[in-house]
């Protein structure tokens, strides 16, 4: 076994005194220790070391670490896993023959040789001496011991505390501080020797695992995600191999996934940001036997190399959410990180939440436009190959979005100005700051409203929009030829020729700027509400002796809930009830009210086109239905209008008491 003796020693000694009693009485039977998590360690991996000193992958890397777990007291919790130099055909299982030869010379070479050599092994952002073939055949195989020992049921859990760290090491060659892949050749080992054949390894690494992505890039078996900052290529290890596009190859196509960051500075809501739309979703859609983690900690904050701004209660948070994949079982191995202060706090976050602490509380916090952005174009490439992967949740805001209209707001705003410009209709003020938010400028009435005897109340959504484009290619709208439709041009102008009151609601709601408040889980709900509202805080309070109540599309659905809501009232106020649902599904009147179900069927007509789904041979038109009429008219924007006639006979006929 390779380990410090006197650290090991001591650690014993205090496992020992933390877990056994003061005074066992001689009846009570001696329990060994149960861990469930483990770590590996030695400090034979702190022999490779710059000459200089001054290089930032340096050994008390690996102390640092240990010492913020010790004196934290966690790590007596935790199992010490023996540690072993990586075997050769173990390493051979990612690597080529000529690759271990490679590494293992080093041991061998003289200092005027290292010394020679020293431009070389620059260029590959490497320093070499002589204990750095041993340091690396400890780090490759900690990392597959820390991997067995979960894979075969021994502990649920692992942090490798190793050096030097692997992700960058390709099959033929290492570079970037890297020997042997670690995490590459621990993963292979495993499928290898253990039950555990679909492994996730998620590499938080500010640097672009390319030597991890490369080991697995045509294999199926493996998930490799990478989150990292790319910056169109030019940081290092640079090139498109750490691309979005970057999804692995013939078996593997879609198996690596690419969360390239454009800039520097990323947050924790960044982080957090593409766990959330893109690594879990993913994740569990894969469905792992084992989650590794290539824990590079030089996205932290502090970390000069990496620039970024992770906390360690972002790492905690992360490493909570890989917890619930894999049942459970889960490794954490070093990789790169390289201010010492702010690793050792990252793996120390990391660390309790191996065993088992939950996770510090994080403030609000938001995306920036630039994680927003990243996240959403990985969304588009990732749903080729992952059903969980929803880009539209995750579409961003424009930038301009504070000076910007929708499309809603400008046709809502031109329908307010139209009301008001041609028959005076006034907005109506809706008293909740909810119903505000949501219906503010879409409730109208004519001037008369709460005087006239008759009132028409008019629920619907948009007309139609009638778009040319210049191309498909751009789909850029031709202006000139592309126009709305109004459908209720002739319905109003028909309703004030009558002299009768008209209140318009337009149930389109407007999405919320801030979360929707408890209790309110479904769009529909809020146009049930604001007709609820306005009947009892308007309708009711008028002079009306008469009430018209007209569907359209949509609004057929929410004024059936009205309906539902106050069936009493509507009874005996309401005359009438039309309802163009075109190619909708026909809205039904509850059933447990037979007075209720009599009178829609008597002051009801429901419109549709002639090849509504109700009229197939299969279907039946029930009476809660209504009295179902089909126009001959399929196009449902056309429908209102061709019923026009139909429409204004029903409603005179109610008035003056002739329903037929």
Not at 272 to 299: K, N, R, T
Not at 423 to 429: D, R
Request: one cysteine or more; charged letters at 20%.
């Amino acid at each position: 076994m390779d380990v410090d003796g006197e650290e090991f020693h001591q650690d014993q000694v205090l496992i020992r005194r933390s877990l056994s009693p003061v005074q066992r009485a001689s009846s009570v039977p001696h329990r060994l220790p149960h861990f469930t998590v483990g770590y590996v360690y030695s400090s034979d991996m702190m022999l490779h070391a710059s000459e200089t000193g001054q290089h930032p992958e340096q050994p008390e890397r690996i102390a640092r670490i240990r010492m913020a777990i010790r004196d934290a007291n966690l790590l007596q919790q935790m199992k010490q896993i023996p540690i072993r130099p990586v075997k050769k055909d173990e390493a051979l299982l990612v690597h080529s023959q000529e690759h271990w030869h490679k590494v293992l010379a080093i041991q061998s070479m003289t200092q005027s040789e290292i010394v020679e050599s020293e431009a070389y092994y620059e260029s590959l952002s490497l320093y070499v001496m002589s204990g750095t073939t041993r340091a690396a055949r400890l780090s490759c195989g900690g990392v597959i011991e820390a991997c067995l020992t979960v894979a075969r049921g021994e502990l649920k859990k692992s942090f490798a505390i190793v050096r030097p760290p692997g992700h960058h090491a390709e099959p033929e060659e290492h570079m970037g501080f890297c020997f042997f892949n670690n995490v590459a050749v621990a993963a292979k080992v495993t499928q290898m020797l253990t039950p555990v054949k679909k492994i996730l390894i998620l590499d938080w690494d500010v640097h672009h695992g390319n030597g991890t992505q490369r080991a697995f890039n045509d294999d199926d078996s493996v998930l490799y995600i990478s989150l990292h900052r790319y910056e169109r290529g030019q940081f290092y290890p640079c090139g498109p191999f750490g691309s979005m596009e970057s999804s692995g190859e013939g078996a593997g196509l879609g198996y690596s996934v690419n969360i390239p960051w454009p800039r520097k500075g990323m947050s924790d809501a960044d982080y957090i940001h593409a766990f959330q739309q893109i690594v879990m979703p993913i994740g569990m859609e894969f469905a792992p036997d084992l989650v590794i983690i290539s824990a590079g900690f030089d996205a932290a904050a502090g970390d000069d190399l990496g620039e970024c701004f992770v906390s360690p209660a972002g790492y905690a948070h992360m490493t909570h959410m890989l917890s619930g994949l894999a049942g459970g079982n889960l490794v954490v191995a070093l990789e790169g990180g390289y201010n010492l202060d702010s690793i050792s706090n990252s793996a120390l976050a990391v660390a309790r939440i191996l065993l088992g602490e939950a996770p510090p509380e994080l403030p609000p916090m938001v995306a920036s436009e630039t994680g927003a952005e990243t996240v959403w174009q990985v969304a588009m490439e990732q749903s080729k190959y992952w059903k969980s992967v929803n880009p539209k949740a995750c579409e961003p805001r424009e930038e301009a979005e504070e000076i910007t209209f929708s499309i809603p707001e400008i046709l809502k705003a031109h329908r307010q100005h139209f009301l008001y410009t041609q028959y005076q209709m006034l907005q109506i003020p809706l008293m909740t700051k909810t119903f505000e938010e949501r219906f503010g400028t879409q409730v109208m009435c004519t001037s008369d409203f709460l005087e006239n005897p008759t009132i028409i109340v008019f629920v619907h959504e948009f007309g139609n929009l009638r778009i040319e484009l210049d191309g498909k290619p751009t789909c850029d709208v031709h202006m000139e030829n592309s126009y709305l439709i109004d459908f209720s041009k002739e319905l109003i102008s028909w309703v004030r020729k009558e002299n009768y009151a008209l209140l318009d609601v337009n149930v389109f709601p407007r999405p919320f700027a801030s979360p929707l408040p408890r209790g309110h889980k479904h769009v529909d709900s809020w146009s049930r509400d604001v007709l609820t509202y306005l009947w009892d805080n308007y309708l009711q309070l008028s002079g009306a002796k008469n009430i018209i109540l007209i569907g359209h599309g949509p609004g057929c659905h929410a004024l059936m809930e009205l309906i539902e809501s106050r069936p009493a009232n509507m009874i005996r106020y309401v005359d009438a009830v039309i309802q163009v649902v075109g190619s909708m599904k026909i809205p039904l009147i509850p059933k447990d009210s037979e007075q209720l179900r009599a009178w829609y069927s008597k002051n009801s007509i429901v419109c549709v086109h002639p090849e509504h789904p109700a009229f197939a041979p299969e279907a039946k038109i029930l009476k809660r239905h209504g009295r179902v009429l089909q126009i001959d008219e399929s196009k449902p924007i056309k429908l209102i209008m061709k019923a026009l006639p139909l429409i204004r006979e029903h409603i005179k006929q109610s008035l003056s008491g002739k329903l037929q």
